[in-house]
């Protein structure tokens, strides 16, 4: 059983960063393929980025592409997503999730744990 928790977001104007951090615990995490969804109310979870166990295999969906960053460190047991030029449209609630898989998949019915989410909210 893994649990999941994420840290690090908040308010931040267009064309700022953050660093999203995901720490876990229980479970073996160097197991686990981790990976980033967001969600704004009304519309459906959508993946952001994914990396496989070894963190040899990563995916992003195109919108984030060359702007975020996913990272883990498996010895600290957490996962990052580091964001940059950061616009409007990236305005969501944003969760980590841990499939048993241990790939990067951009398939949100593979995970099998989720955090309870941290909002980021960007202003024009």
């Known amino acids: 059983q893994v649990q999941l928790v994420e840290s690090g977001g908040g308010l931040v104007q267009a064309g700022g960063s953050l660093r999203l951090s995901c720490a876990a615990s229980g479970g073996t995490f160097a197991n686990y393929g981790m990976g980033w969804f967001r969600q704004i109310p009304g519309k459906e979870r959508e993946f952001v980025a994914a990396i496989s166990w070894s963190g040899t295999m990563i995916k992003y969906v195109d919108s984030v592409k060359g702007r975020f960053t996913i990272s883990r460190d498996n010895a600290k047991r957490t996962v990052y997503l580091q964001m940059n030029s950061l616009k409007p449209e990236d305005t969501a609630v944003y969760y980590c999730?841990?499939?048993?898989?241990?790939?990067?998949?951009?398939?949100?019915?593979?995970?099998?744990?989720w955090g309870q989410g941290t909002q980021v909210t960007v202003s024009s």
């Open positions: 999730a841990a499939t048993i898989a241990a790939v990067a998949t951009e398939l949100g019915t593979s995970y099998g744990y």
